[in-house]
């Protein structure tokens, strides 16, 4: 059988809320505080929750057995007034009846469990049962159903239920199959009244009652208390009051205790609690970048790039009897194994970050967390500077994906280029006609042969204005075009320079900047949670 916790009374809510900053805060204090203090907290929370099961202010008991057994006469005897009605036409309680001891108000609770007639009893009479709530139930083996049904209804709700048995039907099996039995190991729930004792001879009386432990032991609830009782002659009420008022008491000082230790964890798990951070300063995000931009080895890369600019212009638009010489020398980015396809699955041949350069990032990291953790109290500190170093002995193979992934524009190839290299061609294809064409004149005028007419353009020859005219034009324009190709390889420079910058910038958020914000933010939400648990 379970005992279903109950949500609505007063201050069984604020435990429950308590113990729920406490879930909270513990999810999140986990590999971030002292394990000691997170192992205390959680075996408090593991406590608080048995014992929440079990309700808060009011101690919830219900007077349950067989019809005509008398739980409506006991009910009566303990609140001191005739609240439910007693009978002799079986059976006479229909719906439950409550009667509730002291000022807290059980009205939630009741409406929780659905119990409209009530009755309130002045504590002042009897203080240590403040905070009863006794329940006068309908009989579990009645011939209506619905009678059954209620009572099943609040049996499963209840601190501890009385069993109110008879001496006629005290081994009734249907209190004690359907009911006792199945409560076997739960004997701290549970409690027996043999009621109308009166009627009996004081040798049937010991008869009987031996009988009913015999009975109880064999269904595995031994040791629970059985007491003799009378609610005609009231024999025996008292010392079922004094057991409902230890139980009261009890359970008032468990309550207690568990708020007292709620507030002893709220201490010490909030002892991180008394600063706040400002977030991760601009100045030392930039920094970091910085640092990591150069471990990338940005500046090789980058160099890389400008030089593989111009080596591809020379190649494409140098001038055309020279431009071998371009061919023979060596591309700095080929040689870096950077790609005109960027793939962060491609590893570049870059050394990895020199020993300074490492050391540069350590510095930037620590003066990040140090920034960040600045007015964190013990251990935060400790816990923000484990973020930023979390991912450190991945970095260099991080770097070098940034990199491999970077958009570089090697390869790209500027559509002036091709005109310029058409021109260059044509350039020299005049060259090679005046070459030609003196060399004609040249082996004409060797042979003595009479000179063929040769236009002229003022008094040079058009073949030697042809020559002369298209070297000196190709060699222009070869100077202007890598004059312009510096200029261009200096911006591509600029441009690759910003996109590792920025894959450098998202690797930085990713793998350091990001773990930090969230260990500020569980901070946040794990001092608002202590927060939460040390509220009264
Ligand atoms: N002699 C004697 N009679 C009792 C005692 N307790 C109850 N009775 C009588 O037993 C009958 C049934 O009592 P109730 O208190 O109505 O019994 P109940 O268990 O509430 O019955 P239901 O409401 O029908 O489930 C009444 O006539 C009572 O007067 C007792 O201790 N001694
Ligand atoms: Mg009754």
Not at 201 to 211: K, P, Q
Request: glycine fraction near 8%; aromatic fraction near 4%.
């Amino acid at each position: 059988m379970t005992l279903t916790v109950r949500r609505r009374s007063g201050r069984t809510r604020a435990l429950a809320d308590r113990l729920s900053a406490l879930d909270d805060a513990l999810e999140l204090a986990r590999g971030r505080l002292d394990s000691g203090v997170v192992a205390e907290a959680e075996r408090v929370a593991a406590k608080a929750g048995e014992r929440l099961r079990l309700g808060d202010t009011h101690t919830v008991v219900a007077l349950a057995g067989a019809t005509g057994s008398g739980k409506s006469s006991v009910f009566n005897a303990l609140a001191g007034s005739q609240v439910s009605q007693v009978g002799m036409r079986r059976p006479t309680t229909g719906v439950a009846h409550a009667a509730v001891w002291g000022s807290d108000d059980a009205g939630p609770l009741l409406d929780w469990l659905d119990v409209p007639r009530r009755h309130a009893v002045d504590a002042g009479a009897d203080a240590a049962l403040d905070g009863l709530v006794l329940l006068d139930l309908p009989d579990v083996d009645s011939v209506e159903e619905r009678h059954r049904l209620e009572a099943d209804r609040l049996v499963e709700r209840v601190d501890l239920l009385v069993w109110v048995l008879d001496p006629q039907k005290y081994a009734d099996a249907v209190v004690h199959d359907r009911y006792l039995a199945p409560l076997a190991g739960h004997g701290d729930v549970v409690f027996v009244v043999l009621n109308q004792v009166d009627r009996l001879s004081s040798a049937a009386r010991a008869g009987c009652l031996a009988d009913l432990s015999r009975i109880l032991d064999a269904e595995g609830l031994r040791g629970v208390p059985v007491v003799p009782a009378s609610a005609r002659t009231g024999e025996g009420l008292s010392v079922l009051r004094t057991e409902l008022a230890r139980r009261v008491s009890a359970k008032r000082a468990a309550n207690a205790r568990l708020a007292a230790d709620l507030d002893d964890v709220a201490e010490s798990m909030g002892v991180g609690c008394t600063g706040a951070s400002e977030g991760v300063g601009r100045r030392e995000r930039e920094g970091l970048v910085d640092a990591l931009t150069d471990a990338a080895g940005a500046e090789q890369v980058v160099n890389a790039v400008e030089r593989n600019h111009r080596l591809r212009a020379a190649q494409a638009m140098g001038w055309p009897f020279t431009r071998w010489v371009s061919r023979l020398r060596p591309d700095p980015a080929r040689r870096l194994r950077l790609r005109a396809t960027p793939s962060e699955l491609v590893r570049t041949s870059l050394a990895g970050p020199s020993g300074v350069q490492r050391a540069r990032v350590d510095s930037a990291l620590r003066d990040l967390s140090d920034q960040a953790a600045a007015g964190l109290a013990e251990p935060w500190p400790d816990v923000v500077r484990a973020a930023t170093t979390r991912q450190r002995a991945e970095l260099p193979d991080l770097l070098d994906r940034a990199v491999a992934g970077a958009d570089l524009e090697i390869g790209r190839r500027p559509r002036w280029w091709r005109v310029v290299g058409v021109l260059q061609f044509l350039l020299a294809l005049v060259v090679l006609v005046g070459l030609l064409w003196l060399a004609a004149l040249f082996v004409i005028a060797w042979l003595q042969l009479p000179r063929p007419p040769t236009p002229e353009i003022g008094v040079v020859p058009l073949p030697t204005i042809l020559l002369l005219g298209g070297i000196v034009a190709g060699l222009l324009l070869a100077l202007v075009s890598r004059w312009m190709a510096g200029v261009g390889a200096r911006r591509s420079a600029a441009r690759a320079r910003r996109r590792l910058e920025e894959r450098v910038r998202s690797l930085a958020e990713d793998a350091v900047i990001g773990p930090v914000q969230r260990e500020l933010s569980a901070h946040t939400e794990l001092c608002s949670a202590i927060a939460r648990v040390a509220a009264r």
